[in-house]
């Protein structure tokens, strides 16, 4: 007589041999996945049972991951991270319901079978055999169990998950055997409660009592009939009958989770009709864990510290080791974010662009001579709902962000102006700057091939009015576009090239820009985290520092606690002294006049430049004090949106510029950041005004403020914040367009789409 297991079963070994014989000999499906015919596999039936027999005995309960505290500058906490969003109960603390509803619609005879279910196996063959196909499937409570170990074994990296999820036979087998050792083990009350513990609910939710909190903000064991078949519904496939995005879907689902109670009985068939008229009944909140949570809007930056962690070496060889290291958790992460500077930031942002306009705004916050970050926002909350997003506006895409960060404008000419004093032009350099001229050609690149302008293209000023000859401190105030593909002419434009890359200037696909004159005008898409990082080198007088989140970091484990390595910021010198403190002399006197008059601090020294780009898609401020930098962009996400004749923040705009929406998002939460702080000067540069009378570039017909009262200069590649004595600053109609394929991009001039996404 063969040998059973106390719960009345065959053996392990008796069970393996007859599940995979009638399997194989079916050649149909095995826990959902068909098999191939019994020659296909290769394998006899006690060849099967001998590879399941040398099986390591070794399958052990995943540790669930420890709280990881995410800590401000100051200590104070802004979030707490799990790698899951879980919290574990006793089966005893789950709605009996609940307890009834996952059996019914998962595995309705697991009481009755032991690890496998053969009757279970035989069905979906038949009903697999009818459909022509895998329709059906026949694991068992225990092996979805088993299943489960192995993804959350295998944390967040995609391999190992798809590892632990293969369709393979070798895979199954491995989950029969472990399978068998649970049910020996536990028993089925614990594979329950362990099972309810550790499965997805969708939504961001690990185990019931998330899920409960989560759909209905009640904690699990006061769940009622509908709610539980819900819940239970969702397992099979939680972005399918997602309850939050597809109500219909969800609804229906439930349903036939009632309608199963009831025929295994759970329920009478009146209860089921009752609970299927009623409505879903969802109370959502937001999970209790993870960045989501942060405080005062620093979720976009808690984000980023977790894309650091897991990005980075110093936190492990490989990207298995780091994830290893951020799911066990038990970490105390102090960050180099200012609880002063992130509240000014979103203090500002809140009050100048609403989270349901049809534009966005970003924000950041970088310390010269240190990169630390001090504070990270965006108008639009971080979230899964209407008008939230999850993407970070403010870095690049492998950090969160935008796929090519945002097209600059002209904020991109200070650099090409750094470039060039580099090489011993003088900061009165002139050039005859003509209203509208063919792209110089050839211009000399960092190889052998010069670029040359193969299709004639043409880069014109803004207005009729912009024509040479200009110096270079009013054709940074104008923005002349042809002054400065001019000087990229001059200088050629691998010290261009040079100069960004001693700025970290890349695109927000990580991507270096192109080597094309057309580099002046500020098309590429590039995050404001990296703008704000390269500005931050001309206010620290030519030392750029990379940037940093993370000060500190320890781990808990078991009761002792250890130091981690952390990632340092590196500084180097991207260019002279003289050189910053020309560019800072060319960007400062904010306060008298120019166009970005409303973004100026009273009480300090600062800089910027502001930047508006084609079609008014985008709209930027980046700016510094000698010891704050910041970059604010204004814009669609998707690049989908013209800011003419639109409502942002409450106010009416009939045309948006650079200084006039982000200027004062900027001139809000420095004043913010900084307020009780030193106020250290720059060391200024007398550049000479040119010896002649230049009325260019004014129009007294257009002289005039905007509707808050700001002047500006309508220049679709951006404007310079520089005063002028005069105050006499206009909006001249725009004129200034790109080529044909400018933003698309083109094989002769390189260029290529900004901010995307």
């Avoid at 962000?401 to 002139?430: C, D, H, M």
């Avoid at 006049?593 to 973004?599: C, D």
Wanted: proline residues 5%.
């Amino acid at each position: 007589m063969p040998k059973k297991r106390s719960g009345g079963g065959l053996s392990p070994t008796q069970q393996a041999a007859k599940f995979l014989g009638v399997s194989v000999l079916a050649g149909a499906v095995m826990a959902g996945i068909a098999l191939p015919a019994a020659g296909a596999l290769g394998l006899a039936a006690k060849g099967s049972v001998q590879g399941f027999d040398d099986i390591p005995d070794n399958l052990k309960s995943p540790s669930l991951s420890q709280r990881t505290t995410i800590l401000d500058s100051k200590g104070g906490q802004i979030a707490t991270v799990y790698s899951r969003d879980r919290t574990v109960v006793d089966l005893k603390d789950i709605s009996p319901y609940m307890q009834k509803a996952i059996v019914a619609i998962e595995d309705s005879r697991f009481y009755q079978h032991g690890a496998i279910d053969l009757k279970g196996i035989l069905r979906a063959v038949n009903q697999n055999a009818q459909n022509g196909g895998v329709a059906q499937g026949a694991s068992t409570l225990t092996q979805q169990l088993v299943k489960n170990y192995f993804v959350e074994e295998a944390g967040d990296d995609p391999t190992k998950v798809a590892q632990a999820t293969q369709q393979t036979i070798g895979r199954k087998i491995r989950e029969l055997k472990y399978a068998i050792q649970l049910e020996e083990k536990l028993g089925k009350k614990k594979i329950l409660e362990n099972y309810l513990n550790i499965t997805f609910f969708g939504e961001q939710a690990y185990g019931i009592e998330a899920a409960s909190q989560r759909y209905f903000s009640k904690p699990a064991k006061k769940l009622n009939l509908q709610e539980a078949a819900l819940l239970a519904g969702i397992v099979q496939s939680p972005s399918r009958y997602d309850p939050v995005n597809d109500e219909e879907e969800a609804l229906k689902r439930r349903n036939t989770v009632l309608q199963r109670m009831a025929e295994v009985h759970d329920i009478s068939q009146e209860q089921a009709d009752a609970a299927k008229e009623t409505k879903l009944g969802l109370h959502v909140s937001q999970p209790k864990n993870g960045c989501i949570t942060a405080i005062k809007g620093a979720s976009f930056f808690c984000k980023y510290v977790e894309k650091v962690f897991l990005s980075d070496p110093v936190f492990g060889k490989t990207k298995e080791e780091r994830a290893k290291v951020w799911n066990q958790g038990g970490l105390t992460i102090r960050t180099t974010l200012d609880p002063q500077s992130q509240a000014s930031i979103q203090d500002s942002l809140k009050d100048h662009v609403y989270k349901s306009d049809k534009v966005a705004a970003a924000a950041t916050l970088v310390e010269p001579g240190t990169g630390k970050i001090l504070g990270m926002g965006q108008s639009k909350p971080y979230g899964y709902g209407k008008n939230e997003t999850e993407y970070n506006y403010s870095v690049n895409y492998a950090m969160g962000g935008s796929n090519y960060g945002f097209p600059t404008g002209s904020t991109f000419k200070p650099f090409v102006a750094a470039a060039a004093l580099e090489q011993g032009r003088p900061a009165t350099q002139e050039y005859s700057s003509p209203n509208k001229m063919p792209y110089p050609s050839p211009v000399q690149t960092c190889s052998s091939k010069p670029w040359t302008n193969q299709a004639n293209e043409q880069v014109p000023n803004e207005s009729a009015s912009e024509q040479g000859p200009y110096q270079l401190k009013e054709a940074m105030a104008k923005s002349v576009n042809t002054y400065f593909v001019q000087m990229i002419s001059d200088i050629g434009l691998c010290p261009v090239m040079n100069q960004i890359d001693k700025l970290g200037v890349v695109q927000g696909n990580g991507d270096k820009l192109p080597e094309v004159p057309a580099i002046a005008l500020g098309s590429k898409g590039i995050s404001p985290l990296t703008m704000a990082t390269a500005y931050a080198a001309f206010a620290s007088r030519g030392m750029y520092c990379t940037p940093i989140a993370i000060e500190s970091i320890s781990q808990q484990v078991g009761e002792r606690e250890k130091s981690l390595d952390v990632p340092k910021s590196t500084c180097s010198r991207a260019m002279s002294e003289t050189t910053a403190d020309t560019v800072n002399s060319l960007l400062s006197g904010v306060i008298d006049s120019g166009t970005g008059q409303q973004a100026g601090l009273t009480d300090r020294a600062n800089a910027g430049k502001t930047g508006t780009t084609d079609e008014r898609r985008n709209a930027w401020f980046v700016g510094y004090t000698p010891n704050l930098s910041g970059a604010v962009w204004v814009g669609s996400a998707t690049q989908q949106v013209k800011m003419r004749g639109i409502q942002i923040g409450g106010s009416y705009y009939d045309k948006v510029y650079g200084g006039q929406v982000p200027g004062p998002i900027w001139r809000d939460l420095m004043t913010g950041a900084l307020e009780g702080k030193d106020a250290p000067s720059f060391n200024l540069i007398n550049i000479p005004d040119p010896v002649k009378d230049k009325g260019k570039g004014q129009d007294d017909d257009n002289r005039g403020r905007g509707r808050h009262g700001g002047r500006g200069n309508d220049n679709t590649t951006g404007n310079t914040i520089v005063g002028q004595s005069d105050g006499g600053v206009t909006f001249p109609t725009p004129s200034f367009s790109f080529p044909d394929g400018f933003i698309q991009g083109n094989t002769n001039s390189g260029n290529g789409n900004g901010g995307q996404r």
